[in-house]
């Protein structure tokens, strides 16, 4: 959480740095909103553990239908293929791995205890039956942050700074309509 925290006001004091301004967000429009407000909900929302696998890809299927209505803001795209990356891993194996050095690396040595009693539902400790761990949270991110992130984590954060940015530097001129959406007003229109 610190780490999103951290993103977003270093996006919004680069957006300043670029001549933007906050009141671009009043103009600015996302498509299908909700989806990402239930898709963050799910991954936040205490469930069994039985269930933590299921909810977890649910709201990534979620979070990925949001990315893919909003193609045409800024940075979109990355956080789009982010999402699919971290979905990539997580339905495989059942959760995100999490590698044992890059625990230790951010300073989360205490959490390995947690992880090896199996105490983590939507996340485990890697092993070798894991497939796809070069994009799991392998990336140690130290102090202040203590966090560990996946290559997905840090394209998603990446397009989340880059759409905080443009949309400061004026949302007017994002059209956030998906292509497909913006194809059929466009042929409605012409067949009338």
């Given at each position: 959480?610190?780490?999103?925290?951290?993103?977003?006001?270093?996006?919004?004091?680069?957006?300043?740095?670029?001549?933007?301004?906050?009141?671009?967000?009043?103009?600015?429009?996302?498509?299908?909103?909700?989806?990402?407000?239930?898709?963050?909900?799910?991954?936040?929302?205490?469930?069994?553990?039985?269930?933590?696998?299921?909810?977890?890809?649910?709201?990534?299927?979620?979070?990925?239908?949001?990315?893919?209505?909003?193609?045409?803001?800024?940075?979109?795209?990355?956080?789009?293929?982010?999402?699919?990356?971290?979905?990539?891993?997580?339905?495989?194996?059942?959760?995100?791995?999490?590698?044992?050095?890059?625990?230790?690396?951010?300073?989360?040595?205490?959490?390995?205890?947690?992880?090896?009693?199996?105490?983590?539902?939507?996340?485990?400790?890697?092993?070798?039956?894991?497939?796809?761990?070069?994009?799991?949270?392998?990336?140690?991110?130290?102090?202040?942050?203590?966090q560990v992130a996946s290559v997905g984590d840090?394209?998603?954060?990446?397009?989340?700074?880059?759409?905080?940015?443009?949309?400061?530097?004026?949302?007017?001129?994002?059209?956030?309509?998906?292509?497909?959406?913006?194809?059929?007003?466009?042929?409605?229109?012409?067949?009338?």
């Amino acid at each position: 959480m610190i780490l999103l925290i951290g993103v977003v006001l270093v996006s919004i004091g680069l957006g300043y740095l670029v001549g933007g301004r906050l009141s671009g967000f009043e103009r600015f429009r996302l498509r299908w909103w909700f989806l990402a407000f239930v898709g963050l909900a799910l991954q936040l929302a205490p469930v069994p553990a039985d269930l933590a696998t299921e909810f977890l890809i649910g709201s990534y299927v979620l979070l990925l239908l949001f990315a893919a209505a909003n193609l045409r803001a800024p940075g979109v795209w990355l956080i789009l293929i982010g999402l699919a990356l971290n979905l990539a891993v997580i339905a495989p194996n059942g959760g995100m791995p999490v590698s044992r050095s890059a625990l230790v690396e951010s300073g989360q040595a205490s959490t390995l205890a947690e992880l090896e009693n199996g105490a983590g539902t939507k996340h485990h400790l890697e092993t070798a039956d894991d497939v796809l761990t070069p994009f799991a949270d392998v990336i140690a991110i130290g102090s202040p942050v203590n966090q560990v992130a996946s290559v997905g984590d840090v394209l998603v954060y990446a397009g989340l700074l880059w759409l905080i940015v443009g949309v400061m530097r004026g949302a007017r001129r994002v059209d956030p309509a998906p292509p497909w959406v913006a194809y059929q007003g466009r042929h409605r229109a012409s067949a009338s």
